[in-house]
């Protein structure tokens, strides 16, 4: 017995993934070289990240080429409203098994578990997208469940569906024109800002999606997720030596963002994706400190006529 019915496998998987422009490889070198204590995980998701280059490069070239005539209905629907959750759903099934080659190439460790999940998306053409949903959606308890009925790891499980929902989203977002937002809502799929970042000569400010990845200006002053403004407002906390990493915690809301300010080391606005990846003992020290992560948090106005936020997992 299972949580969820199953569907005929239709989609089969894409040919063998082509190289990408090798952006992203040079993208993970910088960070290497910025922060060499973290190589190991950069190396562990190296295969992910680069992998998502090239599946984005290959769903912007197939949609290119498809004129929205040609395309399935099923597709138009996903491309057309960014599918359920602001997700490219198609581009989920595409995409599974390469994601699963690369996540066994940079954690060999959990192998049989990379096999296992291959068995049962081959068995359930519909489990990709259930399981993006199942990890945007806000009901991991739904993952948890899932894993346990398959014998499954429910970390490994959520690694899966976290970086298969990250690939969706971006790809559900491509070639859509610049939007703004007045708060850490993405105005591209509905999503969090996951991390903040400063550039430029002026020192603009941006906040990145973390689920779709688009990027949109923001104030530097203001506290993106309650806008409260002010001296004293915005607190930075960071590891000695390094204050251009930091976690920004506003002191009225309590809620925290990463932020990186990349003109010290001179990073390119593209990295912000890669870089969060670092910046995991940021988010523990602020925590310490009681603050919680503004990605995690549902936006302050709808948060005050709805329901509570689910405890974070
Ligand atoms: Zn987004
Ligand atoms: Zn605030």
Known sequence: MTSRPTATPETAAPAAASEGTGKTARLIDILRDACPEQRALLDAFSPVLCLRETALAQEAARRAAAPAAEIPETETSAVASAGKGGMDGECAVRWAEPLLDALKQGFPAVAPVWEQLRE???????????????????????????????????????????????LAGAAAQLGLPERESGDATCPYCGGRAEISLIHGTDGRRYL???????????????????GAEGNGILRHIFVDGQPDLRAVICETCRHYILEADLRPRDMPLEIGHVLSLVMGHLDALAQEEGASPLSLARPAVARAVSAPEEPVH
């Open 120 to 166: 049962a998306i081959r068995a359930d053409a519909g489990l990709p997208a259930y399981l993006c949903l199942a990890r945007r959606g806000r009901k991991r308890p739904a993952l948890s469940t899932w894993s346990k009925e398959h014998h499954l790891s429910a970390d490994a499980v959520n690694l899966f569906a976290e970086q298969l929902a990250r």
């Open 208 to 226: 990145q999606c973390g689920h779709c990845s688009r990027l949109w200006r923001f104030k530097r002053t203001l506290c993106p997720h309650c």
